[in-house]
């Protein structure tokens, strides 16, 4: 059994040493050798469309031109004037109220009276120029605060006076509210520009320091050394007291002015005489 299994294992042996060496995987192929397909060509594409600048970017959503803006605004003065005579047909003093809601009725009006001229004021200025996102920022703001006191005002009125006079306020606040929705896109999109306006200047600003660093760093010189030189100090060595008394002596001799000098001595012929 033995020496049959030597007798297959020669056997066996010099066929798989063969089989291997006539399998074996060629070597890699060096990169700088000549290859035998054709040369790949680069393909050169047009380039792509140049994206506007940012200010040129417009959206219409929302835009209004200045004829648009300034109906608008005389849609809002129309409903500031029905407000202003409304309030003009208001008695509190006929109400049947406590005294403190009294009061307190009487503050409310004579704010949303305040705010009423502040938003005119506004409104007007913004009329004049449709085109001014600040006066359209106040417009929007001073509207803010004529709607709560407004609504405020109409559910007094519907509870001490009748509910039909108080639903005229609710309605003009209403219109009010309508108004200032639509010129809010038209806000955001005079705010959008302008912040694009300026991230673009920014933008401009850097790019140009960048560009002068680099067209001035080979124009820039050495710095030129500086030979130290040791300060000199007055009055260095000398004890607090004797610089005081220095000064102090310069000072009485600048007051008293230039000293008289002594006369001549005679002369002998002077003498004898």
Request: net charge positive; charged share 20%; proline share 8%.
């Amino acid at each position: 059994m033995r020496s049959y299994f030597l007798a297959w294992c020669v056997v066996i042996y010099p066929l798989t040493v063969l089989l291997g060496q006539t399998t074996k995987t060629p070597p890699p192929k060096h990169p700088a050798a000549p290859g035998s397909q054709e040369v790949e060509t680069e393909q050169v594409t047009a380039p792509a469309a140049t994206q506007p600048p940012i200010t040129a970017r417009t959206s219409t959503t929302g835009f209004l031109e200045p004829e648009q803006v300034k109906a608008l605004l005389h849609k809002t003065w129309l409903t500031e004037y029905r407000i202003n005579d409304l309030l003009a047909q208001v008695h509190p003093e006929h109400w049947r109220m406590p005294d403190a809601a009294k009061k307190s009725f009487a503050q409310t009006l004579e704010s949303l009276n305040n705010a009423l001229k502040s938003q005119e004021e506004w409104r007007a200025q913004f009329e004049n120029r449709p085109d001014s996102l600040y006066f359209g920022f106040q417009t929007y703001v001073a509207i803010n605060a004529v709607l709560p006191r407004l609504e405020g005002l109409a559910h007094s009125v519907t509870q001490y006076e009748n509910a039909s006079f108080g639903a005229q306020y609710s309605q003009a606040a209403n219109q009010l509210f309508d108004l200032q929705q639509s010129l809010q896109p038209h806000l955001a999109l005079l705010l959008k520009n302008q912040d694009g306006l300026l991230l673009a200047a920014q933008t401009n600003i850097a790019s140009c320091q960048n560009e002068l660093g680099y067209a001035l760093h080979s124009k820039e010189r050495r710095a030129t050394p500086m030979k130290n030189i040791a300060p000199e100090f007055k009055g260095r060595g000398q004890p607090p007291h004797a610089v005081a008394a220095t000064n102090s002596a310069k000072r009485n001799a600048a007051e008293k002015g230039p000293a008289s000098k002594p006369a001549a001595n005679p002369s002998p012929k002077t003498q004898e005489k």
